[in-house]
C-alpha cells in the first residue's frame, strides 16, 4: 500500500516515513499542500496522512481538494491542532480519523490498518453495492457516496455513507455508541465517545436542513442515537 505523508517538520516527516516502510508501507511525502495535491495527482497513492497546519495551502485544503478528485481514499488527520472545532471542520470536510500530537506510533498503526481493511474489503454493514434509500427529505445513494435533498447534492465519505446506511437499518431503534463504533469503525478501532460526538455533530451540519433541530439522527440521551423515520 502507498502511502502519502504530508508533512512541514522534515524530522516528523522523515520519521513517519521510516516508520511506515519498516511496517511494510510504500511512502511518499510532501512539504506542505500543494506538493500533497501535485503528488496524490501524479501516484494516486491508496492512504493519505495529512497534516493541518502546514504552509501555503493547509491540511484541510488539501483534504478537500484529494477527496474531490478520490472520494473513497482513507484519509487520516495527523495534527498538533486538536481543538473541538478543528475536529469537526476536519471530519465535515470527509477525513475517516483524527489524530492529535504527540501521538503512539502503535495507536498509529493500528488506525491506518483498521480504515485500510474497511476501505479496501466492504464489511457486511458497509454501503457498497447498495440500493437508494429516504431517510426523511434526504436520499442517500451509498454507491455513488452522495446525498440529495432536492436539487442539492452532498458529498459523503465512505464512513458517512456507510454511519447513514447503518442508521437506516435500524429505523426507529436506539443505536449506542458501541454499536457505531464495531458496525461502522470496527471492534479494532480506539472508542471515544467525544471523537464520535464530534463525526455525529459534523454529518449533521451535512444532512440536516436545520443541524440545531436535528429530524434524521437524533440523540437518545444516555443511550446514544435514533433515526426515526
Same mark, same amino acid.
Given at each position: ?24 508501507? *510504500?511512502?511518499?511525502? +510532501?512539504?506542505?499542500?500543494? @506538493? +500533497? ?5 501524479? !501516484? ?8 493541518? !497546519? ?5 491540511? $484541510? ?36 480519523? /483524527?489524530?492529535?500530537?504527540p ?29 437508494? $434509500? ?22 459523503l !465519505? ?17 443505536? !449506542?455508541?458501541?454499536?457505531? /463504533? ?22 449533521r ?6 443541524? *440545531? ?5 437524533? @440523540?437518545?440521551?444516555?443511550?446514544? /442515537?435514533? $433515526?426515526?423515520?
Amino acid at each position: 500500500m502507498l502511502i502519502l505523508i504530508a508533512e512541514d517538520d522534515p524530522n516528523l516527516r522523515r520519521g513517519l516515513a521510516e516508520l511506515l516502510q519498516l511496517e511494510g508501507f *510504500a511512502t511518499i511525502t +510532501a512539504e506542505c499542500g500543494s @506538493t +500533497a495535491i501535485a503528488a496524490f495527482a501524479a !501516484s494516486s497513492p491508496d492512504f493519505c496522512l495529512l497534516d493541518v !497546519s502546514m504552509p501555503g495551502v493547509d491540511g $484541510f485544503e488539501a483534504c478537500k481538494q484529494i477527496r474531490h478528485k478520490d472520494p473513497r481514499v482513507p484519509i487520516l488527520f495527523l495534527t498538533a491542532r486538536n481543538e473541538e472545532i478543528d475536529r469537526i471542520l476536519g471530519l465535515g470536510l470527509g477525513a475517516d480519523d /483524527y489524530m492529535g500530537k504527540p501521538f503512539s506510533t502503535q495507536e498509529l498503526l493500528a488506525r491506518i490498518r483498521a480504515i485500510s481493511r474497511r476501505s479496501a474489503v466492504a464489511p457486511p454493514d458497509a454501503p457498497k453495492g447498495s440500493s437508494d $434509500f429516504a431517510m426523511c427529505d434526504l436520499r442517500v445513494d451509498p454507491r455513488a457516496l452522495r446525498a440529495y435533498r432536492n436539487a442539492t447534492v452532498i458529498a459523503l !465519505s465512505p464512513r458517512e455513507a456507510a454511519v447513514l446506511k447503518f442508521f437506516h437499518t435500524r429505523a426507529g431503534f436506539v443505536v !449506542s455508541r458501541n454499536e457505531l /463504533y464495531d458496525h461502522c469503525w470496527g471492534q479494532e478501532h480506539f472508542s471515544n465517545s467525544r471523537a464520535l460526538d464530534q463525526f455525529i455533530s459534523a454529518l449533521r451540519r451535512k444532512i440536516e436542513a436545520r443541524p *440545531a433541530e436535528p429530524r434524521i439522527i437524533v @440523540t437518545v440521551h444516555g443511550a446514544g /442515537y435514533r $433515526f426515526d423515520p
